[in-house]
T-cell receptor, first 116, second 114 residues
Framework: AQKVTQAQTEISVVEKEDVTLDCVYE???????LFWYKQPPSGELVFLIR??????QNEISGRYSWNFQKSTSSFNFTITASQVVDSAVYFC?????????????FGTGTKLQVIP | KAGVTQTPRYLIKTRGQQVTLSCSPI?????VSWYQQTPGQGLQFLFE???????NKGNFPGRFSGRQFSNSRSEMNVSTLELGDSALYLC?????????????FGPGTRLTVT
């Protein structure tokens, strides 16, 4: 069975603060993919990153960084120097094979509010 | 480059009816995935089509079906609508299947079942 847990339901930070969104996953597969998506108030999902289970290198893209740790089954997302435009719901997701299909499981999302 | 388009944007149907939603992917993309988003169940993966073949599917009843045409446009059909089918239906297109490529999402179709 697959499971993705985003324990933080809502987070509020003041602009320019750093914030980390947690994601913990469960899967029995050795090959899987992890994702982060952003859903701003407009509703349209935005793909942020994909990471496969064999690549534990951390990744940085501008103010965004991701920390993947297989030992703790976590794939955390950090926004540095947050901005008001970062206000959105962020979803972590897991994709792995199940019965010949790629099964996709989403976390419940973390709503981030950046206060000016 | 035009983005992913979904039609209609809003739809109101009554229980028992059927509905067809359409998704036009970005030009050149052959993978189209469908997702359902509800306040209660959150985001759930419905299915994925790649080169006119259903490649992956989630845990939804057979009332939910889809297809993909030779131009990669995809349609999703829900028969015998239930109140619980009220949701935002999102589609995403990608160059590669299995979410191996970057995904681009459409604005969604908001379906209300009364």
């Amino acid at each position: 069975a697959q499971k993705v847990t985003q324990a933080q339901t809502e987070i509020s930070v003041v602009e320019k603060e750093d914030v980390t969104l947690d994601c913990v996953y469960e899967t029995r597969d050795t090959t899987y993919y992890l994702f982060w998506y952003k859903q701003p108030p407009s509703g349209e999902l935005v793909f942020l990153i994909r990471r496969n289970s064999f690549d534990e290198q951390n990744e940085i893209s501008g103010r965004y960084s991701w920390n993947f740790q297989k030992s703790t089954s976590s794939f955390n997302f950090t926004i540095t120097a947050s901005q008001v435009v970062d206000s959105a719901v962020y979803f972590c997701a897991l994709s792995a094979s199940s019965g010949g299909y790629q099964k996709v499981t989403f976390g419940t999302g973390t709503k981030l509010q950046v206060i000016p | 480059k035009a983005g992913v388009t979904q039609t209609p944007r809003y739809l109101i149907k009554t229980r028992g009816q059927q509905v067809t939603l359409s998704c036009s992917p970005i030009s050149g993309h052959r993978s189209v995935s469908w997702y359902q988003q509800t306040p209660g169940q959150g985001l759930q993966f419905l299915f994925e089509y790649f080169s006119e073949t259903q490649r992956n599917k989630g845990n939804f009843p057979g009332r939910f079906s889809g297809r993909q045409f030779s131009n990669s446009r995809s349609e999703m059909n829900v028969s015998t609508l239930e109140l619980g089918d009220s949701a935002l239906y999102l589609c995403a297109s990608s160059l590669l299947p299995d979410r191996l490529g970057e995904q681009y999402f459409g604005p969604g179709t908001r379906l209300t079942v009364t």
